[in-house]
């Protein structure tokens, strides 16, 4: 309601066609519930469809039917926590330099059920912005000195999103589909970028409850990381098109503090890549990677002491290759395998803390309660990978050192 009284709503994003592509089975909609409105809301309506907009206004003055003409102008007046309820139309690029007066986010997003189309964003040294529900067409930037900005519940389309020297940022709920091929310049054409290589680098990220799908580039990518959160997104039907792209789920090149947990990647060209630099304080646990259809559910050298702990690795073309990819980092050390689903694996058993209680169709095993055999799940296309009744695996696995909770909620 205008006067605030509204607590919550909830929007729900459709995937149009899901089992349109691939072999991916149905893909789940992300949904989110909107921000709470603080207080009175402030308007932004360049078409003046409640009334004459603006740009003189101060906060206290603006209203339903005497609103803001743009989003930028909202968000240097509009008081920090408030929220900016944005009328239906196409919006130029929404842009902001150097705005880092506000001390708690503002929201931005469509008033009532309204459909807006933002033709890109752009921030660069500025605060504290949470976009919700929006339609976002063009690249989402942000750039060096970007902090407390959130991304949800939105629909992202032909381009992704983009983040250089960050910090504190959450991207959740969204669908970032159908992506463009990467453009002349060779960006990448990622669902999700972020890489930084100076010292501070990409930082205090969470990337939770995302679809992606139908990218030509990387699905997630994070280059010199710290303190990321890839938790409980769907990339799938991310396939190279051609023109010589690597197309991985997720690629890691380097950092520190990367968790990737109670995801499912499916029906891609390669599955986790780890490249480049040495990575760590990796966790990769509750994760189902499947229909791998050119490399490795795993492909990875340089994660001394991870824990890969509760994952399904089931029908890639190279299964799991932990290896020593003789470049200038550390060769992978003390890692933690346990309670593993493996198609095959191919790695040397001196690289383990610990490997065992895995089950494994084909390759290496090298701990005591380790079995081999292949596994069978309930409904594999439709994305479930739960094994099915009287499959190898079940009760094989142990509980000491591993999630509370498995990838169904089960303890």
């Known amino acids: 309601r205008e006067d605030g009284t509204m607590q919550t709503a909830k929007m729900t994003v459709t ?11 149905l893909i789940p909609r992300p949904t989110y519930t909107p921000s709470r409105i603080q207080g009175r809301p402030v308007y932004v309506d360049p078409d003046s469809r409640g009334g004459a907009c603006s740009e003189a206004r101060t906060a206290a003055e603006v209203s339903l039917t005497t609103p803001w003409c743009s989003l930028e102008r909202a968000a240097a007046a509009a008081p920090s926590g408030s929220t900016v309820l944005v009328r239906a139309g196409d919006y130029p690029e929404f842009e902001l330099a150097n705005s880092r007066a506000r001390t708690s986010a503002v929201t931005f997003r469509p008033y009532a059920s309204e459909l807006v189309r933002l033709a890109g964003v752009s921030l660069t040294n500025s605060t504290h912005v949470r976009l919700e529900g929006f339609h976002i067409t063009d690249w989402i930037y942000l750039n060096s000195g970007t902090a407390h900005v959130a991304l949800v ?4 389309s032909p381009r992704g999103v983009r983040l ?48 992606i799908r139908g990218t030509s580039d990387d699905g997630i990518q994070f280059g010199n990381g710290y303190d990321i959160l890839i938790e409980g997104n769907t990339v799938a039907d991310s396939l190279s098109i051609g023109d010589g792209s690597h197309v991985d789920s997720v690629h890691i090149m380097g950092g520190d503090g990367i968790r990737i947990r109670n995801n499912r990647f499916q029906h891609n060209q390669h599955g ?10 990796v966790v990769i646990e509750n994760n189902v990677i499947a229909d791998i259809v050119y490399g490795a559910g795993l492909n990875t050298g340089d994660i001394p002491g991870a824990r890969i702990v509760n994952n399904t690795f089931w029908r890639t073309r190279y299964g799991v290759m932990i290896r020593d990819d003789d470049r200038d980092t550390p060769t992978p050390s003390g890692i933690v395998f346990v309670n593993n689903i493996v ?7 001196h690289w383990f803390a610990t490997h065992d209680y895995n089950l494994i169709a084909g390759g290496s095993a090298y701990g005591a309660h380790d079995r081999s055999g292949s596994a069978t799940f309930r409904a594999p296309r439709r994305g479930d990978f739960r094994l099915a009744a009287r499959s190898r695996g079940i009760d094989a696995g142990t509980s000491e050192g591993t999630p509370l909770r498995d990838r169904a909620g089960r303890a």
């Open 153 to 156: 519940g939105n629909n992202i």
């Open 272 to 281: 986790l890549m780890f490249t480049d630099h040495a990575a760590f304080n």
């Open 343 to 349: 198609d095959y694996q191919r790695s040397s058993g």
């Open 15 to 25: 995937v149009a066609n899901p089992t349109s592509r691939g072999s991916a089975g």
């Open 164 to 211: 250089r020297s960050v910090e504190a940022i959450l991207i959740a709920g969204n669908r970032i589909h159908d992506l463009a091929p990467r453009t002349t310049d060779g960006k990448c054409s990622c669902g999700i970028s972020a890489q930084a290589w100076d010292d501070h680098g990409v930082r205090d990220v969470t990337v939770r409850g995302n679809v």
